[in-house]
Nanobody, 129 residues
Framework: QVPLVQSGGGSVQAGGSLTLSCVGTDFTYKKTCMGWFRQTPGKEREGVGV???????????DYSDSVKGRFNISQDNAKNTVYLQMNSLKPDDTAIYYCAAPKEGELCRLHKAKGFGTWGQGTQVTVSS
């Protein structure tokens, strides 16, 4: 059983939009921190964005420079779901995208994929020019 189940993704032309969803269980979904990462062949997994907060109302987001202003992360804690809204997509955004929850005791760091221990199954996003 995949601990975090992703949906969405697919193929789109440059300039288009896609939304990814990631649903966890009460055990795998972390209300205080969830992240999105992406990976292309031959490259390390890179952080796309994280959303973190107090688990109630206050939330903050952090994005990589390459997607800032184009991507938006949101969450619905009642549904154990985190979303990645991707706008103005570029061919360079083509990758497999993963959602992730941090390991116990780890901080919610965008650029520290090793701090995340629970992963979704991955979703292919392909952007054509």
């Amino acid at each position: 059983q995949v601990p975090l189940v992703q949906s969405g993704g697919g193929s789109v032309q440059a300039g288009g939009s896609l939304t990814l969803s990631c649903v966890g269980t009460d055990f795998t979904y972390k209300k205080t921190c969830m992240g999105w990462f992406r990976q292309t062949p031959g490259k390390e997994r890179e952080g796309v964005g994280v959303i973190y907060g107090d688990g109630r109302r206050e939330t903050w987001t952090d994005y990589s420079d390459s997607v800032k202003g184009r991507f938006n992360i949101s969450q619905d804690n009642a549904k154990n779901t985190v979303y990645l809204q991707m706008n103005s997509l570029k061919p360079d955004d083509t990758a497999i995208y993963y959602c992730a929850a941090p390991k116990e005791g780890e901080l919610c760091r965008l650029h520290k994929a090793k701090g995340f221990g629970t992963w979704g199954q991955g979703t292919q996003v392909t952007v054509s020019s």
